[in-house]
């Protein structure tokens, strides 16, 4: 059974940093890419960071280039997302994701979600 479980989130003044993990379990992480989404109040979900299964490739919109950096441990089964000089605009629910594709269907697997909270 896929699990995804995120933590690290909470309030944080604008400029500073919070690092959220997503710890894995029932599949074979090594093999699986990995994303951080994001959810805002009366907003769409979207794509924050991508990371491939090595981990050498990583992916961002330009909405947090520069600031948010994603990486993976795949000894311990576990993705991050660093996130520096962060802004009221990067309030939102944060979740960890990742799919697989079995004949030809899609399997997509969620996290619970961890809040940010970006306020002074």
């Known amino acids: 059974q896929v699990q995804l479980v995120e933590s690290g989130g909470g309030l944080v003044q604008p400029g500073g940093s919070l690092r959220l993990t997503c710890a894995a379990s029932g599949f074979t992480f090594s093999t699986y890419a990995m994303n951080w989404y994001r959810q805002a109040p009366e907003k769409e979900r979207e794509l924050v960071a991508a990371?491939?299964?090595?981990?050498?490739?990583?992916n961002y919109p330009d909405s947090v280039k520069g600031r948010f950096t994603i990486s993976r441990d795949n000894a311990k089964n576990t993705v991050y997302l660093q996130m520096n000089n962060l802004k009221p605009e990067d309030s939102a629910v944060y979740y960890c994701?990742?799919?697989?594709?079995?004949?030809?269907?899609?399997?997509?697997?969620w996290g619970q979600g961890t809040q940010v909270t970006v306020s002074s």
């Open positions: 990371v491939t299964s090595t981990g050498y490739s990583t």
């Open positions: 994701y990742t799919a697989r594709i079995e004949r030809g269907v899609k399997y997509a697997y």
